[in-house]
């Protein structure tokens, strides 16, 4: 029951004479009136009859709250609290996280487009806590028609997925069909199991159940013989995985079983893989021997291990100057094919390939590949050679692929951290546009982009099925740089923040924090788009100088690691000197906006005030551009203002004028009494804004 006075009791019975009956007269202890009503009809009574008593709708949008603290998941605080993740972003005193090594022998069939593998994944346990089973990615099922799929995804055909032919752990054979009734449930809620046993087979995350767990800071050895039909076909989008074209040129990627991500944050990753995001993966080293027809080149993840087995004497001479210049040099031209020509002689070679600490591996093959290969020259590390393999009918796609591709390395290598990898290779095919560790399916067309995500996820690798935007939205970002760079220009960052006032409020677009694996129509921007216009907004705060430097810090910390959102935001804090929580909170976990404008100018007594309203949830910094008059007293500028020119200037109100709840801000200038000609709210176009025509005073 809820106590209101009498008047407002009646004044809600005069309203909503359907809440009559639900009031019960009382006494107060001071003997006056009083009415009881239960809580659901006074929300109800409000609702309909609009009660006297509630603030007036006025006083109600001349006031907000603003949140100024970053919310805390059950996940992230339980990290803090075990200390593998610290306050200070920084990875804690007792960070871990698995690593699985594999080693892994595959045979492609081109007359049935069918890869045979098996392997060997050794997982290292590495953390604390002990696994009761594992947990597998069978990526190649989303092509099964019972596997589910998120919009748009569509494959380019329908096939039976991966087929498991056999599996062990540390020897002792997998059931791979369990009979559901035999298993018997533990206190755990897992099932009980007396040997290894198989669940989901047929879905993208699979799991082996185990009869005795995996304990912390040890190992464990999965074997595993599988094969599947590589997907074509011209009709398949919104995923990564359309294989070939025909029976004579692949791209072979999400291809094995593979032990999914066991970490501190949630165990084991089992987000379902549905198409359009992409992936989470633990580092190892990878050790792979892949056998192909003679006459067909391989590009793949890693450095070849016997180029003097698979490679003719010309190619092997070729290959030894590559490193010499910056030129472009042909290893294999387009009239050699064949064994003998294209590759060594024989039936069948098979080609072997090493990769350290990486997080994937993805490969290429074809009948009649043209092969081109040139160098970037990495600071502090020296040459690593690009390689491009392409079908010679597509060579005007690849013209500049080299010089594009050469400027990513160098340049992110110089705004970040340095290109860590030997080699990074591009691959033709249907897909062109996708990455993996030293590997991008990628023409000249997404180089730069593709190149870019050799730093996240290759290196900073979060979760990107999650949280997206820490992959693709930094990539974005850093892509507007290194275009500029290339193209001998200053980066304008500007008018991008306030871009995203024009999508605010739409009612299909999902927070950034929301599982991105889930997003719907507008994955796109919340993954790709909409970070760009944060960095933007960040930079017209703190300097995007600034900024760089920040992430820069944040890559040198989380270098091989697994960061979440919350280690990006307290490492970004921490390098800015700045408490953001309130920017966080609306960039991150709301879909708000700034929506500012100029309400009033008036000038008395030599000063001027400007009136500057925020219309939007987001807070901001208020940031007058100040056009004065061309004759008058002397200018004398306020000690924090900027100088534009000889006339204009930037003065900067902190954004805390807002942090005590009012809609409207009185910004006082005094330059020595020289007359205000026009004042522009957000001069840099940084903040988001519905409509930036209110923005500047005069109108018009």
């Known amino acids: 029951m809820v106590t209101i006075s009498e008047d407002a009791a009646m004044t809600v019975q005069r ?66 609290a075990e200390g593998t993740r610290d306050s200070t972003g920084a990875p804690g005193p007792d960070y871990w996280q698995t690593r699985v090594d594999y080693s892994i022998d595959a045979a492609l069939d081109p007359t049935t487009s069918t ?22 990615r069978l990526n190649q099922n989303i092509f099964r028609g019972d596997a589910p799929r998120a919009y748009p995804s569509v494959p380019s055909e329908n096939t039976r997925g991966m087929v498991l032919t056999g599996a062990s752990v540390d020897g002792q054979e997998v059931d791979l ?18 040997q290894p046993a198989l669940l989901n087979g047929t879905q993208t995350v699979a799991a082996i159940l185990l009869p005795r767990p995996i304990p912390g800071k040890s190992t464990a050895t999965l074997r595993v013989e599988w094969h599947y039909h590589l997907a074509g076909g011209p009709g398949g989008r919104g995923h990564r995985m359309t294989a070939r074209w025909a029976d004579s040129l692949y791209q072979v990627t999400q291809w094995f079983p593979r032990v999914a991500v066991f970490d501190d944050l949630n165990g084991w990753d089992t987000d379902l893989y549905l198409g359009p995001s992409e992936f989470y993966h633990d580092f190892g080293r990878f050790d792979v021997r892949l056998t192909v027809p003679a006459g067909w080149l391989v590009g793949a993840t890693g450095v070849l291990q016997n180029p003097g087995e698979v490679l003719t004497p010309t190619e092997r001479e070729r290959l030894s100057h590559v490193l010499d210049s910056d030129a472009t040099r042909t290893i294999v031209g387009p009239d050699e094919t064949g064994p003998g020509r294209a590759t060594a002689a024989g039936d069948r070679l098979t080609w072997h390939f090493v990769a350290d600490t990486a997080n994937d591996f993805a490969w290429g093959t074809a009948k009649h590949f043209e092969w081109q290969a040139t160098r970037a020259t990495i600071p502090g590390k020296g ?43 591009l691959l033709d095919g249907p897909d062109t546009g996708m990455e993996y560790p030293m590997v991008i399916m990628s023409n000249q067309g997404a180089a730069d982009h593709e190149t870019g995500h050799s730093w996240w996820p290759m290196m900073v690798s979060g979760d990107e099925t999650r949280y997206g935007w820490m992959d693709e939205g930094f990539n974005q970002y850093m892509n507007i740089l290194s275009a500029a760079d290339r193209d001998g220009k200053v980066p304008d960052l500007d008018g991008r923040g306030q871009a995203y006032g024009r999508t605010s409020g739409n009612e299909m677009e999902p927070p950034m924090m929301w599982d991105a694996n889930y997003a719907g129509p507008m994955y796109g921007f919340q993954t790709y788009s909409k970070t760009p216009l944060m960095l933007s907004m960040l930079g017209g705060i703190v300097g995007d100088t600034a900024v760089w430097r920040a992430q820069r810090e944040y890559t040198r910390e989380w270098r091989f690691k697994h960061p979440s959102p919350w ?34 100018v008036a000038t008395s007594g030599g000063r001027t005030t400007v009136t500057v309203r925020e219309d939007g949830q987001m807070p901001s910094p208020v940031v007058l551009r100040v056009r004065l008059a061309g004759s008058g007293p002397p200018i004398r500028p306020p000690s924090d203002a900027v100088r534009v020119d000889d006339r204009t200037y930037d003065v900067t109100f902190p954004v805390e004028v807002w942090f005590g709840g009012s809609r409207t801000y009185d910004a006082v200038l005094d330059f020595g009494g020289r007359t205000v000609e026009r004042v522009t709210f957000d001069p840099r176009r940084r903040f988001p804004d519905r409509d930036p025509a209110d923005n500047v005073w005069p109108r018009g």
Request: glycine share 8%; aromatic share 12%; hydrophobic share 40%.
């Open 383 to 425: 040459p690593v050679p690009i390689y491009m393999l392409y079908l010679p009918g597509r060579a005007s796609a690849y013209e500049n692929a080299g010089p594009v591709t050469r400027h990513a390395l160098e340049f992110y290598s110089k705004l970040w951290i340095p290109y860590p990898f030997p080699v990074l290779t």
């Open 15 to 80: 309203r909503c004479p359907k809440a009559r009956r639900h009031f019960v007269r009382s006494t107060s202890r001071g003997g006056g009136a009083r009415t009881a009503l239960t809580l659901g009809w006074v929300l109800t009574a409000v609702v309909l009859a609009g009660a006297a008593w509630l603030p007036s709708p006025a006083s109600a949008q001349d006031t907000r709250a603003v949140r100024r603290t970053i919310p805390m998941t059950d996940m992230i605080r339980r990290a803090f």
């Open 115 to 136: 890869l045979t593998g098996s392997e060997t994944a050794t997982i290292h346990n590495e953390g604390p806590k002990e696994m009761s089973a594992i947990v597998l």
């Open 177 to 194: 069909h369990p009979e559901m009734r035999d298993l018997r449930r533990r206190r755990g809620g897992m099932p009980s199991v007396s």
């Open 567 to 600: 280690d990006w935001m307290f490492s970004m804090q921490r390098s800015l000197h700045r408490d953001l929580g309130w920017f966080w909170y609306y960039w991150l976990f709301t879909t708000a906006s700034v929506d500012g404008s100029i309400q009033n």
